[in-house]
Structure formats: C-alpha cells, structure tokens
C-alpha cells in the first residue's frame, strides 16, 4: 500500500475517532479501519469508556460474507493497540487472533502499560508494523491524554474575552463580551473537559456556576483557586497553589482544566509555563479603561482564528509543540 493511501485511512481514522470525544474519557478517542484490496470492509471506533475498543467494533462490523479477506487485509489504528488486560481483553491479541497481514498504527501509546508492548506484540506473531502514519495528527486529537500521561499533570487551557483594545472588564466591573453563539461554544468546552478554575476574585466577584448549561454533558469538576480554602486539603497554603493542585489534580485522574480567569490566574498560570492552549474571545468593542487582558507568553504561537457574530476566537499553543 502506498504511503498516500496509509494516510487517506488515517486519515478516516481520525474522523471516526472524534465520535468518541464526551463518553470515551478518560480513555483516548482511538479509530479503526479494516482494507482489503483498497476497499474498506469494517471500521469503528472506541464509544464509551468500559465498552469495545475501536479495533473490536472495527472487526464486529465486517460482514460475514467478507470474513475470509482478514488474512489479507490492513487495520489501520490511529492508536497503538493495547497490550495488557483493562476493562477489556488486549487488541493486539484480537489482532494476531484474526490474522490480519498488516497494521498500521498512528502514534505509539504513552500509557506505561502499552508504550510499545502493542506494536511488539503484534510483530513476535509475524505481522507486518508500520507507526507513524500521520503521527502529528493522532497525537494532536488525544493532546489530553498525551500530555496526563507524558506530563503527568492535566492539560492546561487559558480562556479569556476581552474588548478590542485588550481589557477583560469594563471599569473594572464584569462586562460580557461573548455572544451567545461563543457563550455556547465555551459550554460546549466545558462539556469535553474535566475541570475549571478560576481565582479567588473572579469567584467573589461573578460567582460563576461554570456549569454546562448552553450545551450537552457533564458539568466539569468546579475550582477555586484560593490560598484561604484550598481546593483539596492536602494542599499547603504556605507553599506555591499552583504546582500542588497540578500534583492533586494528576492523582485524581483529571486529564483536563479549563482556567477562565481572572487576570492575576492566568498570569500565575503563563509564569509557571503551566499552559498547552490559550484561547481569546476578542470583541468588536472598546471599553478604555478596566483591567488589561493577561500578556501572551512569547512562545505563544496562532494554531487557529474563527470569527463568529463580528467576535474573533484566537487559539495559541506552545512553540514548541509539535517537535518531539
């Protein structure tokens, strides 16, 4: 098979994975394409966290009558199959079971217990292993999973809407500049995260519910950062709030953290280089006085602008993203 053809399954991979998006946490969103002789004859992808793996729904969905082409076929994974007894038997075993000639895997999973055993597993038994097909991509659709399991804290996102000439309030008071399109948009990112947090003042001063109320899901766990009451006990008001709660945060298994503010959070947040994604809410209105938006890291790069009702949307990641 070509490379070009690798990437145009992987490329459906992808595509199908991101079905899994709310109910596959905390797992990864993983896809899986089954080809024979260029034509697809099964594909699915990881639902629910506890139920089937993509590779298993994959080969649950070739028909009968297209059974006997496996020992000549490629699945394609966006994910390295696992290897190790979770809530469901290891792919690669389903794998090598159904004979399959060849398989073609996104990225390598950094879960301590897959890390390679995968891939490994799969060539001890005679299979044809080609990683890295569309790396970048399938690295980028699991970023939370990665960066818990690699960085071992959640993945941070900086969220803030401001006027155009770069003040947060209005007069130093609350002043909504979202519309009710992006409103939803930031429920919508609430639902596919696992935390929020805003500081102490934000919190005294909006009393925010932070909850999921324009759009489907689950309502992310609340935060408040606060040197008085911490968020969880075992963190020491004396000492830094920020490394301790990423600490806590990481043991309670939470992949993801949206910090909507305020001024002083987020820069708390850019000074500890504690951030993966910085999104900005910029508003067709000036406001000249009120507190300053937070100033961008230096190794903020732009990784996408969308414009919604005359309201620009600005998401920036790390530089260094990207060059493993």
């Known amino acids: ?50 139920e089937g793996h993509a590779e298993v729904n994959a080969f649950a969905s070739v028909k009968k009558a297209d059974e006997h082409l496996l020992p000549q076929s490629t699945i394609y994974v966006s994910l390295e199959p696992c290897s190790h007894y979770g809530k469901t038997p290891p792919c690669a075993d389903l794998i090598v079971s159904k004979g399959v000639k060849r398989v073609v895997v996104g990225c390598v999973d950094p879960f301590a217990e897959v890390s390679g055993r995968g891939i490994r597993k799969l060539r001890d038994a005679g299979i044809e292993v080609t990683v890295g097909v569309l790396e970048e991509e ?17 993945y941070i996102i900086l969220k803030w809407a401001q006027s155009l000439d770069g003040y947060i309030d209005k007069d130093f008071k609350p002043f909504v ?20 947090l805003v500081g102490h003042t934000t919190a005294l001063r909006d009393n925010p519910s932070l909850t999921v109320r324009r759009w489907w899901g689950k309502n992310p766990m609340r935060l408040i950062l606060n040197s008085k009451e911490p968020c969880f006990p075992e963190i020491d008001p004396t000492l830094p709030m920020i490394p301790q709660l990423m600490e806590c945060l990481y043991k309670r298994k939470v992949q993801s953290l949206i910090v909507e503010g305020g001024a002083i ?10 951030w ?3 999104r900005v ?44």
């Open 1 to 50: 098979m070509s490379e070009e053809m690798d990437k145009i399954y992987m490329r459906r991979c992808l595509q199908i994975a991101a079905n899994g998006r709310q109910n596959a946490r905390p797992n990864p969103m993983v896809g899986a394409v089954i080809v024979c002789d260029g034509r697809i004859i099964g594909e699915g992808y990881h639902v629910r966290c506890g």
């Open 138 to 154: 399938c690295r980028i659709l699991n970023s939370r999973f990665m960066t818990f399991n690699e960085k071992h804290r959640p």
């Open 177 to 196: 500049f979202s519309t009710a399109f992006t409103q939803m948009l930031s429920h919508k990112l609430r639902a596919e995260n696992d935390a929020i």
């Open 265 to 274: 959070t987020h820069r708390k947040f850019i000074e500890a280089g504690l």
């Open 276 to 278: 993966d994604e910085i």
């Open 281 to 324: 809410e910029t508003a067709p209105v000036t406001v000249s006085q009120g507190t300053a938006s937070p100033s961008l890291p230096p190794n903020a790069v732009i990784s996408g602008i969308e414009s919604y009702d005359g309201n620009v949307i600005t998401t920036y990641i790390q530089a260094s993203v990207g060059h493993h």
